[in-house]
Each structure stands twice: as structure tokens, then as C-alpha cells.
């Protein structure tokens, strides 16, 4: 029996945790921690995790396979603490939605003979605890891997084959490159929403502009609602690229006041017009360009079935394979490009 | 047999007229014109008119009531070309997106003897065209409501029936004030969601941008998909208002990046927590203060279904109001206040 551990039962833990079950693995045995012990027992009780431990040390000894799942500042005390108790070889991986500072910390805390490989699920919801997580939660979604210098063959692998596992699509990608990717994809509109909401909500016509309010309003302030610490941590370990992104926000409101305060109507209607096309191309055809990265994927999935699960694994990562490669503009992420 | 005239039958007039249709009024017929044939003919096939005619003035002659739902910008030629042929005492209301324009041009364009009461339905979605017309995309919505100095009482009173027939709330306000508020919670979620739109698109590493982005940015950005004439007309009948709220937008994207900047990490958490409180609370529990000001709604729809659908639509209207005085926190539009 082999043993994975997910730290932190939140909403993408506990999530990853029902995909990891719905996959049905045999002789893998679904570990869970988190400091919120009603958390651990929610987790349990929803069947995200087999089993639940009291303490870090006990969750993560004899893994091979450790998924942190924390909020990302708290990650680093995480892997400070549970550094000395990992099994030789293990591999850990997180999900945090920054990955620099997250990478240093790997880095400096944890053994040498430990490998370890970022990870960032683009996938998320404002509801944050384990209770609003779903199996479908990471299903068509991009899953950025960031291996570590020193990370192995092997625990790259394994972390394309769990990211496979929970129907995601792998796209490697660099720690710095994804900090400044996701600052304008992700960050940008998290701080923009939050700041909606807060003028609006400050303004002393609140009530009026409250019962006035639709859909549009609704939406566009949704991610004001995400969980704080999650906002702030975002923030904190990501600063330098969402200033930079927040500073061309405003310069972009600026393009738009201009065009307003000069009376360029015929402008203001082509932009408009080009903007609607261009978003419209966008959700319906997806992506620009998708250079194909997965022609050995299949092989990837096999060896890391072999790894730790056995045939029966490895039978369902072919078929995932191969379901994904018959759906025309999946299972392509792109190579990741040089400027943000 | 009364007539009712929608002039502009795209998403909201098209949905206005599947919503009265769904109301079942006898005696009562529905008019459809639209400058776009095709438009008119989708119209009539999907049963949000009755018929249509082939010109503006022989849709509107001998109508009853005249709901304009066309493009903002073209309400003002649509006025003057119908102007000289309506009937006496005809009753007309508009659906725009902005009200100080329209109520001008109402004022100095249509005849004494009519009586305009302009209209704005806080609904919509970013899928022009009768095509994405729904019976339903009115219910629960506030549905502002702005009489002319000149209207009669009676006119008042009809177009209240009609926000009452197609399930909205109706909220009294002046045209002002309407265009101040709806400029916070409307037009700058508009602009703002087209400028991170843009603003991303429009960068060197768009591919791989676009790659990373998931349902945070989707959403954030899903009024940049808006109809651009309406985001045009919008922007330009409301102007001032739409540049005021661009402006203290910015200023408040230079709140978050002194919080950055200065690394005050303790305030940005507290702020991040107010901020998701604030909007949890906003979602849960609707808009802050509610004046009652429903009292005579039922006597309002009855009087108006005597006007012009007889007993059965009274019937109706005295159901739909119990029905609503029921269902707490609904039926109880705010009465606007001062300060934007």
C-alpha cells in the first residue's frame, strides 16, 4: 500500500482529493492533514481522504507523494516542519497560485533527496473550504508544473500522471514566467474586482447603487469575494509583478478616459467593436496557438502508473489519453513564450 | 383590440415581448418593427410579437402604448420619424441604459397630448439579438422607472403594469440620479471589464496568457463582450458620469498598490477580509435598506388592467403582487436617495 498526502483541506486540497478518489486507485491509500481539525474530519467525512492524521509528521512520514495544499505563505513552515520526516525519495508538490518564493522555499527546506515539483491548478471558485470542493473541480483546466532544478525523471512524472489523474492539462512552465503570466490572467483581475467592490461599496449612495445593481455588477466583483488570506497571499508573494500589472491597468483606464474626454465617438465604437470580436474569438476558439507538447504523454502516464499503482492505472491513463487526443483543441497546452 | 407597439426588437425588446406574450393579456395585440427585416421575421417566428409592420409609423399609429428598445443613439430619430402619427394620449416608454439624453429628447420631440415615461430594466446579457431573447430576463430585476414632467398619472400607472407584467420590480428615480448611479454599478463594471480585456489581449505573450487564464478572468472580463453599440452609447450619453466613476477608479487601483508598495501586509489582509465580508453579505442578503413603497402596487396593476386588458389581467396582477408580498426581500425597491 502506498501513501499520498494531501496537507491543507480546503477547497482545491479537498478537491484533489475527491478527483484522486473518483479515480478509484487501487493500493493507494488517500492520507489527509490540516491544522483545522474539523476541516480534517469534513475531508473525511466527504471521502476527500482515506484517512486523516493528527499531526504533520504523521501525515507526510512514508509518503511518496505529498501534496501541499495550504495557503501559501503558511507553506513555508509547512516544509520546514516535515523537511526531517520525509521518506527518502519522496515527492512533494503544491498547489500554490505563486510559485517563485514557493520554489526558493523548496529549495532551501527540503532534503536533497526529496524532489520537488511546483504545481498550480488553474482552477479555483470564491467559496473557499473543503465543503464546496468537487471532483470535477480541475477537469479541461490548465495545471502549471514547475519542476525544481534538482527534481528527478521520476517525480516529474508522477506529478504529470496526478495532474492527468485529476483530468487536467499539464503545462510546464518557469516559476518566474508563471508569476508574471498569472499576475495579469489571475492576479490582475482579483485585485480589479476586489476594487470594484470596495468604490462602489464606500460610496455613501451605497443602498441606491446596491438595489440598482444586476448581474453585470455581480459578476465583474464576483472574485471580491475570494477568501482573504488567499487575496493577501497572492499578493504578498507576487508583488512585483502585480504592481507592474496594476500600473498598466491604470494607464489602459487612462486610454479609455481619453477617448471619453476627447468626444472620439467613431474610435470609441471601433475599439468597442474589436473588443467584442476579439473576447468573442477568445471563448469560442480558445487560446491563439497550441503547439502540441503531448506526444509522449501517454508514455508519461504508463510509467507513472508503474511508479506506484500498478497496470490498472496505467490502463486508465491510456484511455484518458486517448479520449483527450480525439477531443480536438484539448490535451495541447502551449509552450509557454518569453514576455509577459 | 388594444395596440402595443415594440419598436427595436432585439434582446430586450424581443424579451419584453416574449414576457407580455407569456402573460397571456387578451385583447391585446402586439406589434413588432425593427429597421433589421431579419430581426422582425425572427421576432414574429419565435412569438415575442404578434405581427410586424413593414414601417415605423404604421407599427406606432393607433397604438396605445410604444416601447422603444432600440440602440440609445437611435431612439432620438425613431422619436422624431413616429412623432406626427401617433395617437391621442398614446403612452410611450424606452428600455436605454441611460435616461437624462432620452428624456430630453422625448421632451422636445413628441406632442403635448403624449405622455413619455421612460424605462430602463436593470437586465440584460453580453448576447445581443432577439436570437437570446428570454421571457424571464426580467423577473426579480429592478426596473427603473422615470416620468416626464408631463406624463399623466395615468401613464405612470400603465408602465408600472407593464414592470409588474414582466416580473420586474419596478424603482422610481429621476433621470439624474439614474445616470450617476447606474454609471457606479453598470457603465464602470462595463468599461473596466473591457479594459482588462484589452489590456491582456493586447500584450506580446497573449498565447500564453490566454493559455493560463481560467473562469476568474472569463468572468471579469464578460462585459467586454457587451454589444459594442450599446457600450458605445452608453459611454457617450452618459459621459460625465461614466468619467467620474473611471477616475475614482483609479484612484482607488492606487489605494491597493500604496498597500503594496509600502508592504503593509497587515492592513492589506484586514482589507482583503472587510472586502469579502462586504461582498458576501451584499449577495446574501441583497441591498442594504429597503423602503416600502409597495403599498398600492396592487391597486396600481389593477387600475392599469382596467385601462386596457379588462378583468383577467387584473386578476393576474393581483396574484402576482400577493404572490411577491410574500416572498420576503422582494417587492420592496428602495426609494432613491441624494449622493452618488
Chains 1, 2 share one sequence.
Not at 503544491?94 to 532551501?108: I, N, Y
Request: a negative charge.
Amino acid at each position: 500500500m502506498e501513501r499520498m498526502t494531501i496537507v491543507g483541506l480546503g477547497l482545491i486540497g479537498g478537491s484533489l482529493g475527491l478527483a484522486l478518489k473518483a479515480a478509484k486507485l487501487s493500493d493507494i491509500e488517500i492520507v489527509g492533514y490540516d491544522t483545522d481539525t474539523s476541516a480534517a474530519v469534513d475531508a473525511r467525512r466527504l471521502g476527500a481522504v482515506d484517512k486523516t492524521e493528527p499531526t504533520l509528521q504523521r501525515a507526510t512520514a512514508g509518503a511518496g507523494l505529498v501534496i501541499l495544499a495550504t495557503p501559501i505563505v503558511a507553506m513555508r513552515g509547512v516544509m520546514e516542519e516535515m523537511a526531517g520526516g520525509l521518506r527518502e525519495n519522496c515527492v512533494v508538490t503544491d498547489t500554490a497560485s505563486t510559485k517563485s518564493l514557493v520554489m526558493d522555499w523548496a529549495g532551501q527546506l527540503l532534503p536533497p533527496s526529496v524532489s520537488f515539483v511546483g504545481g498550480h491548478p488553474m482552477a479555483g471558485k470564491e467559496t473557499a473550504g473543503v465543503a464546496h470542493a468537487e471532483a470535477a473541480l480541475f477537469t479541461g483546466k490548465p495545471y502549471c508544473i514547475v519542476p525544481s532544478p534538482r527534481a528527478s525523471e521520476g517525480a516529474v512524472r508522477m506529478v504529470v500522471g496526478l495532474v492527468r489523474l485529476v483530468e487536467a492539462q499539464p503545462l510546464f512552465i518557469d516559476a518566474e514566467e508563471h508569476d508574471r503570466y498569472v499576475a495579469a490572467v489571475s492576479h490582475l483581475p482579483l485585485v480589479l474586482s476586489s476594487a470594484l467592490f470596495t468604490l462602489v461599496r464606500g460610496s455613501p449612495a451605497w443602498p441606491e447603487l446596491a438595489a440598482l445593481a444586476s448581474s453585470g455588477f455581480r459578476d465583474v466583483t464576483r472574485l471580491a469575494s475570494t477568501d482573504p488570506e488567499l487575496s493577501h497571499d497572492i499578493c504578498v508573494t507576487n508583488r512585483e509583478a502585480v504592481l507592474h500589472w496594476l500600473e498598466r491597468m491604470a494607464e489602459e483606464i487612462s486610454r479609455y478616459r481619453e477617448l471619453l474626454v476627447e468626444g472620439r465617438e467613431e474610435d470609441l465604437f471601433k475599439h468597442f467593436t474589436r473588443t467584442q470580436f476579439d473576447r468573442d474569438t477568445y471563448i469560442t476558439a480558445g487560446p491563439p496557438t497550441r503547439t502540441p507538447v503531448t506526444a509522449d504523454v501517454p508514455d508519461l502516464g504508463e510509467r507513472f502508473a508503474a511508479l506506484i499503482v500498478g497496470e490498472r492505472l496505467a490502463r486508465r491513463a491510456r484511455e484518458m489519453s486517448k479520449a483527450r487526443s480525439e477531443r480536438p483543441g484539448e490535451g495541447r497546452p502551449p509552450k509557454a513564450g518569453r514576455r509577459p
